[in-house]
């Protein structure tokens, strides 16, 4: 019964606001949920470390990262795949 659910990883999606480590990548993750007592929907945002062992997530890219194994203190998310690159364009 259980092997199933087992094997499954929960696959979370988000934009990357951060490059600036090396094989490290900051994911803000948006979620929605409805208050029990409330009844109202609200939105919470959390930042998530996530490894990104080639480097391939630049700023402003849509991501999809799943838990796994502690890499350090705060990082145990690892990058599962670009959804959708940034389109615009950075000036320096």
Known sequence: ML???KN???VHSGIVVSDK???TIVVNSQRTYR?????KT???????K???EANKAKVGDLVE???GRPVSKSKY??????VKENSTVKKD
Request: glycine share 6%.
């Open 65 to 67: 990262f799943y838990e």
């Open 35 to 39: 208050h029990v007592l409330l009844g």
């Open 3 to 5: 092997e199933g659910k």
């Open 8 to 10: 499954q990883k929960r």
């Open 21 to 23: 480590m090396d094989k």
């Open 42 to 48: 609200i939105r919470s945002l959390k930042k998530y």
């Open 77 to 82: 998310m690892y990058l599962e795949r670009v």
């Open 50 to 52: 996530v490894h990104d």
